[in-house]
């Protein structure tokens, strides 16, 4: 899904670049604590994953409108692909 750019740029604007980097980390972090519940615990938390998920992939978008990367990650994801694609094939 794409997330609407303007709102993106509205919280940046609003609560600053430095505020949504450490937003950013937050997120991530919640999202690892997450992954390891449920493979350390075995805990059934497939919402919350979901939803740290999401929190995630916003803060992804704020992180490349902040450094304006969006068109380099952009052509960075084939590459990455490709690089698997050789590894897993040969
Ligand atoms: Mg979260």
């Known amino acids: 899904m794409k997330i609407e750019p303007e709102l993106l740029k ?10 949504q980097l450490l937003m950013v980390l937050e997120e991530m972090s919640e999202l690892q604590k997450e992954i390891l519940k449920n493979i350390n615990r075995g805990k ?40 698997i694609r050789v590894r897993l094939e040969g």
Request: glycine content about 2%; proline content about 2%.
């Open 44 to 83: 059934e938390n497939l919402d919350e994953i979901i939803d740290e998920t999401a929190d995630v992939e916003i803060m992804l978008e704020q992180l490349k409108y902040i450094f304006d990367i969006e068109q380099q990650v952009t052509d960075r994801i084939p590459i990455k692909l490709n690089k």
């Open 10 to 19: 509205k919280a940046v604007h609003t609560w600053g670049k430095q505020a």
